[in-house]
Each structure stands twice: as structure tokens, then as C-alpha cells.
């Protein structure tokens, strides 16, 4: 997500400073200024929504999270993957504390 962010971002910068070396100009193409400008339009359009989505993204994150016992949660992985590491003669040597550690965790 983060290319579909800079990469408009960088666009417009782009565009932005071709702009600017073309209005120092005495012989401006003003037909090419207007065509940059046109595309920062666009380009900032499309980081709009985008943004968006990040922000929902980040909202619906924020909404679902759920205290949790690590040390369970890394319990629950092993076990899922428990068979196929056997299968591949690899052994997990776990010293879990014995006391919980608790982190605010976005369920899966």
C-alpha cells in the first residue's frame, strides 16, 4: 500500500517542480505548464481515495482489537504448524515464561 501512496505523492512533486522551472521561464510553453498542471490534478485525485483506504484500513484495525495472551497465541501457532515440522525433522525448544503476557492484538 505504501508504493500506491508515494508513488502519486512523487508524481505530483515531479510535475509540481517541472512546473516551476517552466513559470521561470520568459518563453513559457504555457501549453506544457497547463498539461503538467492537469496531471497533478489527476494525480491527486487517484492519492485521494487511496488515503481512504489506508484510513479505513486503519480505523477497522483499531476497532478489532482484543487483549491477548501471547504466550497462548504462540502455544496455538506451534500446534498448527506442530505436523509439518515434524514432516521436516525441525524441533522447537520453547522456554515460554511461566507468568502471561498480555498485548493488545488484532484478532485473525
Do not use: W
Request: glycine share 2%; aromatic share 4%.
Amino acid at each position: 500500500m505504501i508504493t500506491e501512496i508515494t508513488q502519486p505523492l512523487a508524481a505530483i512533486a515531479n510535475f509540481a517542480a517541472v512546473c516551476t522551472i517552466l513559470a521561470e521561464q520568459s518563453s513559457a510553453d504555457l501549453k506544457k505548464l497547463h498539461e503538467y498542471l492537469a496531471s497533478i490534478i489527476t494525480k491527486s485525485a487517484r492519492a485521494g481515495p487511496i488515503l481512504g483506504r489506508f484510513q479505513n484500513l486503519v480505523k477497522h484495525s483499531e476497532d478489532n482489537r482484543i487483549d491477548s495472551d501471547l504466550i497462548q497465541l504462540l502455544a496455538d501457532s506451534l500446534t498448527l504448524v506442530r505436523a509439518n515440522l515434524r514432516s521436516r525433522y525441525v524441533t522447537v525448544d520453547t522456554g515460554f515464561p511461566v507468568q502471561s503476557v498480555i498485548a493488545t492484538v488484532e484478532p485473525v
